[in-house]
């Protein structure tokens, strides 16, 4: 009887996917019988999901001995093209930008400069063609023609990176000089073929001649297509690079559904080389000096941003209010942020502050010259609205005590003033390598160290650390001692051992501080091999950075003349790896300078992660030249994300599928 019962439901089963199959091609039929006769279908009917196909060009694609400079596509539908402007490249470069638009079933394409002889033309439109009614995408396409009586094909690929970070540049021009041609060029002519990068930073140069090139990038700010502005970023290679091409095959994977594949394709194609060029870009040190902007984001706090420090802070004179003795300055380390803090709360309260600002400049020239500028300073939060605010706090404040008065509680019938604030960071555990800083939101008038006390204990007693504060800035204190591993410390502030410009002073604080043991934390050796610095260098250091899961710097640490570098107390969690050369020793990275023929210096990535636990010691061998370049950033820090491709949608078959599901349901059929 089973066996029956299991015939009868194999029977059903095949009789529903016929009649399925079945319902699909009937449904096709239907369409187009019907379609003729009625407008549309309750649901909309079927999808346009074939892309748009090219089916006439004048001239024609691929055509020689050209000598026209408008191009007409002819497409079998109606098209668009998006943003146009950054995704289609005209090469050879065009000083003045060609006329690219989209009308009907066509693209027009009209070139503004003249036509150069015997030169291969190609119009890349990328992946920006689609159709107009559905958007479904054409795929990268590219158009040529010639001047000349045949049709270079060669091509050039690579990838341009942030020199710095190795983060790849999205939109940056990339183009082709003759090899032979003098560096100078790079400033007083426009590139032979260019190229724009993608979301991955890749580039490919279409069109190209046989022979010897040199290939460079440009952020090209001013669309002149050479290396005019200081602030431009810049990359270039001394390699000589020679195209070619080869026969090849490459693997295309069939996709029964997302998970399952059905067969893998194998199709040849010409593989073009070189297709791995890596240019590392950079932007010269910008020395000019102007003023940026300048803000009042806090009403006590003026704020003066520049492009680049001087060892002078501006001077200051108030045309408003009198700046004498007033203002208390704090800036960045290199001076290029400098901000000025009013001490008298008169003036916090002002809303209007005008000033006269003295400081130094880089004229037209590039000289620097003392500059005297009027500024105007508004807070963002007017007064009036300030005080609204401080109101709404106090009549919260009332009606709480009120509340406590009548229930008989204690209570406060003076409007308790805040106390100043400290912030210990870190706080909590510690490494025996760190230090505590201690600060404040606003600058302080004055920070008894002496009343800065660090106790450890030791069987149960506490004893006094020997410890030493130090100032580094008007509103942070750094906190250094000899951290015992596996010791239990208790940091202590005396009451009123601070107090702010404003005259508000601290409460006695009481932080408590841990030292973790040896077991809390991992070792980790890396050995780096590799690099570019040679072995008689004695300037040269190699610099290790260990990055935490966002690709920020955790600690970094100088290897040892073997290549060994060393981090000890680390925190058990995921960590990355970087280095880079510091050629010259100054304990800093340094970007490069063209005139010179100087690159940045050289910055690399370990491209896996390096899972550190207690109790570990984790070692790793380097070499940073194993893999290219363009491979070793990890994809989880690579805040450039490459961009997303476009897919034709297959809506049909879903919309077949649903309504055989439908039909085969209304038969009674389940499915």
């Known amino acids: 009887m089973k066996n029956e019962e299991f015939a009868s439901a194999m029977k059903k089963m095949k009789m529903a996917r016929s009649v399925l199959c079945a319902t699909f091609f009937i449904l096709l ?25 090219v089916v006439s ?26 943003n146009a402007q950054e995704k289609v490249i005209v090469s050879p470069p065009q000083i003045e930008q060609a006329e690219v638009k989209a009308a009907g079933k066509r693209i027009i394409v009209e070139l503004m400069d003249t036509l150069k002889e015997n030169t291969t033309y190609t119009i890349d439109f990328s992946d920006a063609i689609t159709d107009n009614n559905e958007g479904n995408p054409m795929g990268n396409y590219t158009f040529s023609f010639s001047t000349g009586d045949h049709i270079d094909t060669l091509e050039v690929a690579g990838y341009v990176l942030n020199a710095e970070d190795l ?27 260019v190229s724009r990068t993608n979301g991955s930073g890749f580039f490919a140069i279409k069109g190209v001649a046989p022979g010897s090139y040199k290939a460079y990038a440009l952020s090209d700010v001013d669309g002149n297509f050479i290396f005019s502005q200081k602030s431009e970023i810049i990359a270039w290679s001394n390699d000589s690079i020679v195209p070619s091409w080869k026969p090849d095959t490459r693997q295309d994977t069939i996709w029964r559904d997302s998970l399952h594949i059905d067969n893998i394709l194998r199709k040849p194609y010409t593989h073009f080389l070189p297709d791995d060029v890596t240019l590392l870009a950079f932007q010269e040190l910008q020395t000019d000096r102007y003023l940026l902007k300048t803000e009042r984001s806090q009403p006590e706090k003026l704020g003066f ?57 880089t004229d037209t020239l590039g000289v620097l010259q003392q500059k005297v500028d009027t500024l105007l300073f508004l807070p963002k939060v007017p007064y009036a609205k300030r005080l609204k605010e401080q109101q709404k706090e106090l009549e919260k404040w009332q009606k709480e005590q009120e509340k406590k008065k009548k229930r008989g509680d204690t209570y406060d019938s003076i409007y308790p003033v805040k106390p100043l604030e400290l912030k210990f960071n870190p706080s909590g555990q510690l490494t025996p390598l760190e230090k505590v800083r201690i600060e404040c939101g606003v600058p302080l008038a004055k920070c008894d160290t002496s009343m800065i006390h660090l106790y450890f204990m030791r069987d149960s007693v506490w004893y006094r650390a020997a410890h030493e504060v130090r100032q580094l800035s008007p509103r942070v204190y750094e906190l250094n001692a000899d951290w015992q591993p596996a010791t239990e410390y208790s940091l202590e502030v005396d009451s009123a051992a601070a107090q702010s410009i404003y005259g508000l002073s601290n409460k006695a604080i009481k932080q408590g501080l841990k030292v973790g043991s040896p077991d809390d934390f991992s070792t980790f050796v890396v050995s780096i091999s590799g690099t570019p610095v040679k072995s008689d260098d004695s300037t040269a250091v190699i ?54 023929g100087l690159m940045a210096e050289p910055v690399f990535f370990f491209n896996e992660e390096i899972e550190c636990k207690a109790k570990w010691d984790v070692s790793r061998d380097w070499n940073v030249s194993r893999t290219p370049r363009y491979q070793q950033k990890p994809a989880k820090i690579t805040k450039q994300k490459p961009d997303q491709a476009k897919k034709l949608k297959n809506r049909n078959l879903e919309r077949a599928k649903k309504l055989g599901k439908e039909y085969l349901g209304a038969q009674g059929v389940k499915m």
């Open 29 to 53: 039929f239907s369409f187009f019988i019907f379609s003729c006769a009625r407008m549309g279908s309750p649901d909309g009917g079927w999808y346009d999901d074939m892309p748009p196909s």
């Open 57 to 82: 060009a004048s001239p024609a694609d691929g055509g020689t001995d050209v000598t026209q400079k408008k191009i007409i596509i002819n497409f079998n539908e109606f098209i668009k093209i998006e």
């Open 167 to 193: 983060e790849p540049i999205k939109g940056i021009l990339v183009g082709l000089y003759p090899y032979d041609v003098p560096d100078s060029t790079f400033r007083t002519e426009p590139m032979m073929r």
């Open 305 to 361: 941003y520049f492009t680049f420090g001087h060892d002078s802070l501006p001077s200051i004179k108030g045309l408003n209010f009198n700046a004498d003795s007033v203002l208390v300055a704090e800036y960045t380390e290199k001076k290029d942020t400098v901000f000025y803090w009013l001490n008298d709360t008169t003036l916090v309260q002002q809303d209007t502050l005008q000033l006269e600002a003295k400081f130094w400049a």
């Open 543 to 596: 610099v290790v950075r260990l990055l935490d899961g966002s690709g920020k710097i955790v600690r970094e640490v100088n290897a040892d003349a073997s290549g060994k570098a060393t981090f000890t107390y680390v925190k058990p969690a995921t960590y990355y790896l970087s280095a880079y050369c510091d050629m010259n020793g100054n304990g800093q990275w340094d970007t490069g300078e063209y005139d010179r």
